[in-house]
């Protein structure tokens, strides 16, 4: 069965500063794919970024980073230069490619963006 | 920018009482999930489809909760009768195909059970 845990229920970062925000999984299979979403208080949740189980690079999208380690299973979300708007839920997922391909989601993490 | 649509984005009803929220994809996206996120927690699949067939229902409370996509579109999710533990926010996600594909997120609809 698939796992995601994300330990840190809140983190605080100050403006213009790096934050990461943990995610580890647990998989017996080869093949999936680790994705990051953002959900801001209005509820909608907002793609990121993803990270294949095959991808040699680290993924990355403007500000936002996958430091992807695959022995240790783990894929943390790294965020520069971090802005006020940063300020959400963060979600971790993975999808195994096998069977019916359904995404499991963490629990979260509240990121809060100090000025 | 194509989005994924779902009505109502709240709803308030009482217990014992039938709810059905609406959803309608991205144009084009085969793939369908419905997930309930209860306050707090990470989001939860309740039903997968691939066009108009159930891929996976395994999550489903099917005793009061159904759903349907008929012509591989649009779908519907109903709850009957609701329960007080049925108050969370109800996302509707589409993607091309079931694959590697990114899954984008309708705006949800908050549903509290009173």
């Known amino acids: 069965a698939q796992k995601i845990t994300q330990t840190q229920p809140g983190m605080f970062v100050q403006e213009k500063e790096a934050v990461t925000l943990d995610c580890t999984y647990d998989?017996?299979?080869?093949?999936?794919?680790l994705f990051w979403y953002k959900q801001p208080s209005s509820g909608e949740m907002i793609f990121l970024i993803y990270?294949?189980?095959?991808?040699?690079q680290n993924a990355t999208e403007g500000r936002y980073s996958l430091n992807f380690q695959k022995a240790r299973k783990s894929a943390n979300l790294v965020i520069s230069a971090s802005q006020l708007g940063d300020s959400a839920m963060y979600f971790c997922?993975?999808?195994?490619?096998?069977?019916?391909?359904?995404?499991?989601f963490g629990a979260g993490t509240r990121l809060t963006v100090k000025p | 920018e194509a989005e994924v649509a779902q009505s109502p984005r709240y709803k308030i009803t009482e217990k014992s009482q039938a709810v059905a929220f609406w959803c309608d994809p991205i144009s084009g996206h085969a793939t369908l999930y419905w997930y309930r996120q209860i306050l707090g927690q990470g989001p939860e699949l309740l039903v997968q489809?691939?066009?108009?067939?159930?891929?996976?229902d395994s999550q489903l409370p099917k005793d009061r909760f159904s759903a349907e996509r008929l012509k591989g579109v649009d779908s519907t999710l109903k709850i009957q009768p609701a329960e007080l533990g049925d108050s969370a926010m109800y996302l509707c996600a589409s993607a091309r195909g079931p694959g590697q594909d990114e899954q984008y997120f309708g705006p949800g609809t908050r549903l509290t059970v009173t």
């Open positions: 990270q294949g189980s095959y991808d040699e």
């Open positions: 998989t017996s299979d080869q093949s999936y794919g």
């Open positions: 489809f691939q066009d108009e067939s159930v891929v996976d």
């Open positions: 997922a993975m999808r195994e490619l096998g069977g019916n391909n359904d995404m499991r």
